[in-house]
């Protein structure tokens, strides 16, 4: 045993050890010589491109790819031979291979020069890389549904950095927001926000990082949103935390809630003027119905007649009577028109156009200049916004609330009235909902007064506390409230007696087109 170590050969065993390594190769190993016939091919070589080693042996490398390399590939090493400059030859590529069935496929090649005694070879290493271009491929067209679904989504995605500023947006975000792509990658997503939100983002978000406490992020909730032109609209904004390998970005999915909003708003006033015209229907009913006007129309036709053919012949007591049956029978005549006048305030309303409340205050004034000479009343404003509102609606509320101060004025006291108007934010964040952004139109007066207990009765028809003391039919601040709340607001008082009345009516400054 000791002679057979002493006699082994040392560059056999070498040679052994490299043809076991070639042969057991999972990368094709294949060596060609300076006319680029084939020399050696390992099994794995022969296995990737579907021959037996002995087809491929002798002949040109060339059998091996797939045309334009195919008619080319003398012309590279005769060049490489004459310049040395390589295009592939110690730097390896992507390259295609044809298989024996025809099939080509993409591989990784690197070619090295070896120089032996007396001649120049080429070996190159082939690695399949079909598996993974395929999984590329996938990869690739997994992105790009994903980048699809989200170019075209209906919803704005933005994603964010962990400081706020915007990585992506999709064109639905762009459109939502009146901006450019690039107006908008880079900056600040609170850029996006209006006050107090735009302020505070920054500290949101650091909040949100130094405690982990969410207050939107996995949550969702209805915000505010500030377009390129100023304009607030509402949405609905959920967020998204995604963990990258060295990073966090934040996604939001921004949903316009506008025509919700809008819907909401809707059917609140609806409901709000169905309740009340339930119950004022009931009375409107009861008082107008055919039953009352003809005996009415009866009793003024034959007390009519009585005061022109037999009015002469009755006694002073007899013409007392007439008379008064007469100033009844009128009177209950108004009723039943103001009553009708009370239908007409939403069924028979124009239009909302932009109007100057001021304005509309001014005529009214205009208009009641005797009576207020005549009560030596004082009547003062401030300066009052413009709104969209029905203008004669407006003007019968200024004349009905005013006249209503000067009626019910103290015996020895002139009538002092203050009209002022004050903005008033009902839900914080939606300003650019119509019925969001309200105004209150305060009416104070010095007059009697009355008890608050006494509040919801005087805005119901034909209610009236001082029984026939004043004049009128009790229905003015019935049509008060009836406007209020086809503006989208309502009507109440503040008051006590001896100390004069306030009334605050409280309408929508804007409101939806039907």
Known sequence: ???????????????????????????????????????????????????????????????????????????????????????????GREVQGKRKDGTVFPFLLSISEVKLQDRIIFTGIVHDITELKRAEDALRESENQINSIIQTAVDGIITIDMRGKMEMVNPAAC???????????????????PEPDHSLHDNYLYHYHQTGEKRIIGIGREVSGLKKDKTIFPLYLSISEVQLSDRKVYTGFVHDITQQKLSEERLRRYAAELERSNRELQDFAYVSSHDLQEPLRKIQAFGDRLKTKEY???????????????????????????????SRVASKSKPFVKISLETVLQEVLSDLEVSIENSHATVTYEALPEIQADPLQMRQLFQNLVSNAIKFKKENEAPRIHIYARDVQARAHLTST??????????????????EKYLDRIFNIFQRLEGQKYEGSGIGLAVCRKIAIHHGGDITAQSKPGEGTTFIITIAKQHFKD
């Open 1 to 91: 045993m000791s002679d057979n170590l002493q006699n082994s050969d040392p560059n056999l065993d070498t040679r052994s050890r490299l043809k076991a390594i070639i042969d057991t190769a999972i990368d094709g190993i294949i060596t060609i010589d300076r006319h680029g016939t084939i020399e050696t091919v390992n099994p794995a070589a022969a296995r990737i491109f579907g021959f037996d080693p002995d087809e491929m042996i002798g002949h040109n490398i060339r059998m091996l790819m797939p045309e334009p390399d195919k008619g080319l590939h003398d012309s590279y090493i005769k060049n490489y031979l004459t310049t040395g400059i390589g295009q592939i030859i110690g730097k």
């Open 175 to 193: 459109k939502l927001f009146g901006y450019q792509p690039e107006e908008m990658i880079g900056n600040n997503v609170s850029m996006l926000m």
């Open 312 to 342: 002469n012949t009755l006694s002073d007591q007899g013409k007392d009577y007439v008379d008064r049956m007469l100033n009844a029978a009128s009177r209950m005549q108004n009723l039943i028109n103001d009553l009708l006048d009370f």
């Open 434 to 451: 119509p019925g969001d952004e309200l105004l209150q139109i305060y009416v104070q007066d010095n007059g009697i007064g009355f008890e």
